[in-house]
């Protein structure tokens, strides 16, 4: 059984809006660090933005200003508003969860999610 199940994922076009969800499947990460990252063809997995059990949050610059993260308790979801969506957005989009935010800052989860694919159109 996948740990985290990410949903959301669609084709949008240049401009559009669009929100993930990472869901947990059988277990909590009430304790975790939980943080959003995303692939495109041909390029390394890159880490997006993360939210820590504190609630502290971190963004990458590349998606800073553009992209929320949040952490929906009664849904016990973490979702990444995505706005002003681009072209180059397009990748797999990947949820992981990490005891420690600075691994997970780089790359280093201990759970991942299977991936929501996300393109945009010009």
């Known amino acids: 059984q996948v740990p985290l199940a990410e949903s959301g994922g669609g084709l949008v076009q240049a401009g559009d809006s669009l929100t993930l969800s990472c869901a947990p499947s059988?277990?909590?990460?009430?304790?975790?660090?939980v943080g959003w990252f995303r692939q495109a063809p041909g390029k390394e997995r890159e880490f997006l933005a993360g939210?820590?059990?504190?609630?502290?949050?971190y963004y990458a610059d590349s998606v800073k200003g553009r992209f929320t993260i949040s952490r929906d308790n009664a849904k016990k979801t973490v979702d990444l508003q995505m706005n002003s969506l681009k072209p180059e957005d397009t990748a797999v989009y990947y949820c992981?969860?990490?005891?420690?935010?600075?691994?997970?800052?780089?790359?280093?989860?201990?759970?991942w999610g299977q991936g929501t694919q996300v393109k945009v159109s010009s």
């Open positions: 992981g969860a990490a005891r420690y935010m600075t691994t997970m800052r780089k790359g280093e989860c201990d759970y």
């Open positions: 059988g277990r909590t990460f009430d304790t975790y660090s």
């Open positions: 939210i820590a059990w504190s609630s502290t949050i």
